[in-house]
């Protein structure tokens, strides 16, 4: 009789430890699937975040070409000069013209000087 009772606890003991076992086993099976179904959609998200800032740095980029084309010719954060023509610049355009048997030097004097006497 003791041994019959005996054997009788320790199947209610491996019973109850057995079924706890494939319950935690039942849980871990579960949150590995519902793991694996976010890191598909944290997967999919990281593509969109990719494609969206493709599509950012085209529309960007677009919109910076379109305002080079209507002539603001500046990126954002950039400032346009321009430079009005001065008067005595004027007269001096055909002087302003390289010539291949005149030294740069020279050249450059004459053009913000009045030229030397020859």
């Known amino acids: 009789m003791p041994s019959l009772l005996f054997l009788l606890l320790c199947l209610g003991l491996c019973l109850f430890f057995g079924i706890g076992a494939i319950e935690r086993f039942h849980d871990y099976i579960l949150a590995q699937a519902e793991l694996k179904q976010e890191q598909a959609r944290l997967d999919w ?11 950012r740095e085209r529309v960007e980029s677009e919109k910076e070409r379109a305002a080079r084309e209507e002539g603001l010719g500046a ?8 430079v009005p023509s001065a008067p005595w610049m004027e007269g ?27």
């Open 75 to 82: 990126r954002p954060g950039e400032t346009v000069i321009e």
């Open 45 to 55: 998200l990281q593509e969109r975040e990719e494609r969206l800032k493709e599509a």
């Open 92 to 118: 001096n355009a055909e002087r302003a013209m390289p010539s291949a048997d005149i030294p740069s030097w020279r050249q450059w004097w004459d053009l913000f000087f009045s030229p030397t006497p020859e």
